[in-house]
């Protein structure tokens, strides 16, 4: 199946600090990527869509402001997770389509202290 | 997308078959079904996908019952490494949206 690279796989960062997430579609083109987070022994919740040469859409409750997307090729789209916080601790999870399938990235295990 | 039921967690002796059942009883006709699975600290991974005749590829069978309102996803001979938590996705075919998980199962394969 088609690939989605996302890296890196785990961080950790001071309070404050800025932290971006890559993912990128390996063999095929996406002009639409989604990032999803995931607590513990939690489902996962979708945060945004990214939209290559356009901006992103947020799901309700997603400050956009501090989740910067920017989706600046059509295989490459990244995360910014601006001033983190520990709330923000969590596992991060992008996606991308091809055809009438979803793929996704490994993950980004984000841990603010 | 349609809602879907799905049992909390399930339980599979290695090799032995492994039955996910999922119902799906709002489904419309352009909806699929879908089925995800992520191992802990991982990503989700497609499994297998149909619309209304049963599926089989190199992971699973998927079989869809002829009204479309439920589903069984099979694991034909568990491993150890199929332990996971199974998510049963319905909505239409199109990797131009968003995919919305619910709990899923957790299926534990016990050696």
């Known amino acids: 199946g088609a690939v989605v690279s996302q890296h890196p796989s785990r961080v950790i960062c001071k309070s404050g600090t800025s932290v971006k997430i890559e993912c990128r579609s390996l063999d095929f083109q996406a002009t639409t990527m989604f990032w999803y987070r995931q607590f513990p022994k939690q489902s996962l919740m979708l945060m945004a869509t990214s939209n290559e040469g356009s901006k992103a859409t947020y799901e309700q409750g997603v400050e956009k402001d501090k989740f910067l997307i920017n989706h600046a090729s059509l295989t490459l789209s990244t995360l910014t997770v601006t001033s983190a916080h520990p709330e923000d601790s969590s596992f991060y999870i992008c996606s991308a389509g091809q055809g009438e399938k979803l793929f996704f990235g490994s993950g980004t295990q984000l841990s603010v202290l | 997308d349609a809602k879907t039921t799905q049992p909390t967690s399930m339980d599979c002796a290695e090799g032995r078959a492994a039955n996910l059942p999922c119902n799906h009883s709002?489904?419309?006709?352009?909806?699929?079904v879908y089925w995800y699975r992520q191992i802990h600290s991982q990503g989700p991974q497609y499994i297998i996908h149909g619309l209304k005749n049963n599926e089989t590829n190199e992971m699973a069978s998927l079989i869809i019952t002829e009204d479309r309102k439920s589903s069984t996803l099979i694991l034909p001979h568990a491993t150890l490494r199929d332990t996971a938590v199974y998510y049963c996705?319905?909505?239409?075919?199109?990797?131009?949206?968003?995919?919305?998980f619910g709990s899923g199962t957790r299926l534990q394969v016990q050696p």
């Open positions: 996705i319905v909505r239409v075919a199109t990797g131009r949206r968003a995919l919305t």
């Open positions: 709002t489904i419309s006709g352009n909806e699929y």
